[in-house]
């Protein structure tokens, strides 16, 4: 037998372990996404408790929602997301049904038309406890921001204008993809998603990026919507950035392991540069 | 809809039973073609393949209780050969890498007569299966039935890139022993 005959037959592997392991292992090291699940979570459970107003159909109360322009917007991960006040800029703009509710008010701004403010029941002040969870309060009216689909959850660095996406967060398929998949292809092959140690040959130090807000498109120099980070570049790979990171990995022997890299940045066309 | 009603379904020839199974599995379906193929168009070709596959399958097959196994081992297949077929998708090296990896498995990689049926030969690999730790299990599964590169899997599990080549490399190495140990003769 061949090894791709082997490769075949291993078709024959018991179905049951075959859909255990499609099963989303628990992620290690993303305290964020406790804070972005938690939000999920409220949004979902707000026609429960409130049963004054009712969902809208089925398969549509979910926390997002589309404008009549055809844009869909889908609720931000991120726990600053929920604001008392409206965030200055952002005005009334009509209604929609979002959150499992209808005919909620929505709120935008021209300068920031990747954002939409809905006024609507949450069961948070957006406050997180030591674990990153966020902490429950009464069910209260706020703004709940709303994130562009196409920009949501992207990681972004703008380098002298031009912005770079990370390879974890790029989508290369889909309708809109954000990148050809040729081209992702041809990255993931040559650089990879993450690069453990030094960075390659020809790649030097460029800056330290300076943090521009989450869900932000950033909009200056050296700016990341995702945090603080080394950037490195190489002029012969102008297409490529390496922007610093850590990771933990844990063992079986207990100990883990604190791993130390370069996330790879590709360059694309931001819809919002 | 209850996975044995869909089943029911094709058993009657009533065409609703493609449009369920789509409804139920055909995300996830799409998603095994997708991350074999890497390439939209043709995943979603396989997944459309799939439902006709079915339906010529059931009956006689009768997969009530594990249906979206049944139906994604389809998926698995068809996206398989449709690498093979399309050297455009530049996924047939992928494949002879994964391919070379198993051979890795093999203990007489000469001998070109398979000496136990699929059944048998299944039955094996999942028994070794069954004894790795969850995490180990499933980074092999997600490598050699699911085709993930490795990046991917580091990235679903937060490994390091060299950690997951490393547990698959030893996952391989074990593999070979145990079929050896076993007296199987591949």
Request: aromatic share 14%; with cysteine.
């Amino acid at each position: 037998m061949k090894g791709e005959e082997f490769l075949e037959k291993l078709e024959f592997i018991d179905p049951e372990l075959i859909e255990k392991a499609e099963e989303k292992p628990k992620n290690k090291n993303l305290k964020w996404i406790f804070s972005a699940a938690a939000i999920i979570f409220l949004v979902f459970m707000i026609p429960v408790f409130t049963p004054e107003k009712a969902p809208v159909e089925p398969g549509d109360s979910g926390p997002w929602f589309t404008l009549s322009d055809g844009r869909e917007f889908f609720v931000s991960p991120y726990a600053d997301a929920i604001s008392n006040e409206l965030p200055e800029g952002f005005e009334y703009s009509g209604e929609t049904n979002a959150g499992g509710y209808e005919n909620v008010p929505f709120y935008t701004n021209p300068d920031i038309p990747e954002w939409v403010y809905v006024y609507q029941t949450v069961y948070s002040n957006g406050e997180l406890d030591s674990f990153g969870t966020l902490i429950p309060t009464e069910p209260h009216k706020a703004y709940l921001r709303y994130v562009d689909i196409r920009i949501r959850g992207a990681q972004l660095v703008n380098i002298d204008g031009e912005h770079f996406i990370s390879m974890w967060s790029v989508r290369p398929y889909g309708e809109e993809p954000d990148v050809t998949a040729e081209y992702y292809d041809y990255i993931e092959a040559t650089y990879g998603i993450r690069i453990e140690g030094e960075p390659p040959e020809g790649f030097s130090f460029l800056g330290k990026t300076e943090f521009s807000g989450h869900d932000t498109v950033p909009k200056e120099n050296l700016h990341s919507n995702y945090g603080v980070f080394d950037v490195y570049a190489n002029p012969a790979v102008p297409e490529v950035i390496l922007v610093s990171t850590q990771w933990h990995t844990a063992e079986s022997d207990k100990n883990g392991t604190i791993n130390k890299g370069f996330d790879v940045y590709i360059k694309y066309d931001c819809p919002f540069g | 809809m209850e996975d044995f009603e869909i089943v029911e379904l094709f058993f009657k020839r009533n065409e609703d039973a493609i449009k369920k199974t789509s409804e139920k599995f055909g995300k996830r379906l799409f998603s095994v073609a997708f991350g074999i193929t890497k390439n939209f168009e043709t995943a979603e070709e396989c997944e459309n393949d799939t439902y006709l596959e079915a339906w010529n399958r059931i009956p006689p097959h009768e997969p009530k209780s594990y249906l979206y196994a049944f139906l994604a081992r389809i998926t698995r297949n068809l996206s398989l050969n449709r690498c093979r077929e399309k050297e455009t998708l530049k996924r047939k090296a992928f494949i002879c890498e994964l391919s070379a990896e198993m051979e890795e498995c093999i203990p007489s990689p000469d001998d070109m007569n398979c000496r136990i049926d699929d059944i048998a030969f299944g039955e094996a690999i999942s028994a070794f299966l069954r004894n790795l730790e969850k995490e180990k299990r499933n980074i092999f599964i997600r490598r050699y039935w699911f085709l993930d590169s490795v990046s991917e899997i580091s990235k679903r599990f937060s490994l390091s890139e060299s950690n997951v080549k490393t547990t698959l490399f030893r996952l391989r190495k074990n593999l070979r022993e145990y079929l050896e140990k076993e007296g199987f003769e591949i």
